[in-house]
C-alpha cells in the first residue's frame, strides 16, 4: 500500500484514497478492499477515457477526459479528476457531476504531472503531461 493509491468496496462501491500509508488491510463490508490499478492504454472502444493535456484560450493547462470530451450524462459521467506531482507531494481533486464539462484547471504547475479520472462506468483511467 503506497501514498494515494486506490482500493474499491466490491460489495458497496466506496472508494478510498491512502493519505498516510500505515500496516493492515482495507476492509469495507466485511470484506477486503481491491487496488485499483488505472488504464492508460487507450482501448479501441474507450477513446474518451484517457486524461489529455491542453492549454485553454488563456493558455492555462488543463487536463481533460478524451481528445473528444467524454459524456457527462446521467448514466455515464466522470466522477472526478485527480492531478498528482511526480514526487506525491501535491495532490488536487475536481469532482464532476452530470452536465459539468469534464475538465480540470491546472492553477500550478509542478512539472511532470500524473493526472487520473474516474468513470462511473468505465473505471480508473491516467495520462501524464510531457
Not at 474518451?48 to 457527462?72: A, Q
Request: proline share 5%.
Amino acid at each position: 500500500m503506497e501514498k494515494l493509491d486506490l482500493y474499491r468496496c466490491e460489495i458497496c462501491g466506496n472508494l478510498v484514497e491512502v493519505i498516510i500509508p500505515g500496516g493492515g488491510e482495507l476492509v469495507c463490508c466485511g470484506e477486503p478492499m481491491h487496488h485499483i490499478e488505472g488504464k492508460n492504454k487507450e482501448e479501441m472502444s474507450m477513446e474518451k477515457h484517457l486524461p489529455v493535456f491542453v492549454k485553454n484560450d488563456d493558455n492555462k493547462s488543463i487536463v481533460r477526459v478524451g481528445k473528444e470530451l467524454h459524456p457527462m450524462d446521467e448514466g455515464h459521467y466522470i466522477m472526478f479528476i485527480e492531478t498528482i506531482s511526480e514526487d506525491k507531494k501535491d495532490a488536487h481533486l475536481h469532482y464532476l457531476s452530470p452536465g459539468d464539462k469534464p475538465e480540470m484547471i491546472l492553477e500550478e504547475k509542478f512539472g511532470k504531472v500524473l493526472a487520473r479520472e474516474f468513470c462511473n462506468l468505465h473505471g480508473l483511467w491516467e495520462g501524464e503531461s510531457d
